[in-house]
């Protein structure tokens, strides 16, 4: 029987980042094979408003927060290979090959910085609300003003029939959007590693030893995936807003007025969304009921646009990363998933601890 671990993850450049309750670690490979992981603490604003937590209010808390580490992890990563990057080019100027000249400039000595450690908590949350700027543009306005212009064209008047064009326009469009990218090389890459994140978490699931090949035989998909939260977000959204549909906010003739409150009412809506979005997505991690994963399909299968398969220099990425938070041997001794924490050997070490002893592998 599959039990729910609670440890979750994300794909980063290089590398995957796994998170269990207060404790998050990122592990990225060097140009030289070797992994180096880096574990922090984080904690949620709810210990200090426990009403944040509540059911049907957190997930949209747990959202934002998740997007803090996400930021946090792939500005680590990209510093990582930054670093990577500048240290093979000043190889091969050692090896005689000529570097590239720039003039002589008298600087200041500077204090050296950790990977990531350039960003601030403004930066941090600069990036956030921008990126729900183009998210809510993108996947809520745009929607809204082509349904508007469909409804014009065609002189429809059914609140169902609206929603549906609505959400099929949204879902296209993010469809539209995951395959565009796909088709960057980095992206493909991490598209990879987040195949490997989550066949890690499904072989500790599955009861099976967290080995390269044990994860390597695993699924590469996996219900609590974030690419199925934001699934069962454009479903959730049809259901709600056809509701909202059938009453009249507005009647009068201006077209703007129209597009404009019907988005205005949707953004409104958007919190309770996102958390029922985040219930079921919840419900369907630690269930094995028969209707829950049928329901669970549309969204595993969305997965395979956002996950490929992993070799095995990636398996081991994840590894590194999920024995650095998390004690999957106690797991699968019988453990609760909320009682693990990281394993002994890496519990609280440090980028350059678990450099030195290739910690997790």
């Not at 209010?57 to 803090?68: D, H, Q, Y």
Request: include cysteine.
């Amino acid at each position: 029987m599959r039990r729910n671990s609670g440890i979750g993850g994300q794909a980063v450049l290089e590398g995957v980042m796994m998170r269990n309750k207060n404790r998050y670690a990122v592990s990225c490979r060097r140009s030289d094979g070797e992994i180096i992981t880096d574990v922090k603490e984080t904690h949620s604003i709810t210990e200090k408003l426990p009403f944040l937590g509540w059911p049907f209010i957190r997930g949209t808390v747990n959202l934002i927060e998740s997007m803090v580490i996400g930021i946090k992890t792939l500005t680590y990563s990209a510093d990582f290979i930054e670093d990577e990057e500048e240290k093979a080019k000043a190889a091969d100027a050692e090896a005689g090959e000529p570097a590239p000249e720039k003039p002589a400039k008298k600087q200041k000595p500077e204090k050296q910085q950790k990977p990531g450690e350039g960003m601030t908590t403004g930066m941090i949350f600069g990036t956030i609300a921008l990126s729900l700027l183009l998210t809510i543009g993108l996947f809520f306005f745009l929607p809204v003003l082509v349904t508007e212009g469909v409804t014009a064209l065609t002189g429809w008047d059914s609140a169902l029939a609206t929603s549906i064009v609505e959400g099929f326009v949204r879902i296209a469009i993010f469809v539209g959007y995951v395959c565009l990218i796909s088709l960057m090389p980095d992206i493909k890459r991490v598209y990879r590693y987040h195949g490997a994140e989550h066949k890690s978490i499904n072989c500790v699931e599955n009861g099976l030893p967290l080995t390269v090949e044990n994860a390597r035989n695993s699924s590469k998909e996996h219900k609590r995936c974030g690419t199925s939260f934001l699934l069962f977000v454009m479903v959730v959204s049809i259901l709600v807003f056809s509701i909202v549909n059938c009453f009249t906010l507005y009647d009068g003739d201006s077209i703007i007025m129209k597009v404009l409150i019907r988005f205005g009412v949707r953004l409104l809506l958007l919190p309770l969304v996102a958390g029922i979005s985040y219930e079921f997505l919840k419900l369907a991690g630690r269930s094995n009921n028969k209707i829950v994963d049928i329901l669970s399909r549309p969204g595993m299968w969305m997965q395979a646009l956002t996950t490929k398969e992993p070799d095995d220099s990636m398996i081991e990425c994840a590894i590194a990363s999920v024995e650095a938070v998390f004690d999957w041997k106690a797991f699968i001794n019988g453990e609760s998933g909320d009682d693990v924490s990281g394993s002994a050997e890496n519990s609280g070490r440090s980028t350059e601890e678990c450099g030195r002893s290739e910690c997790g592998i």
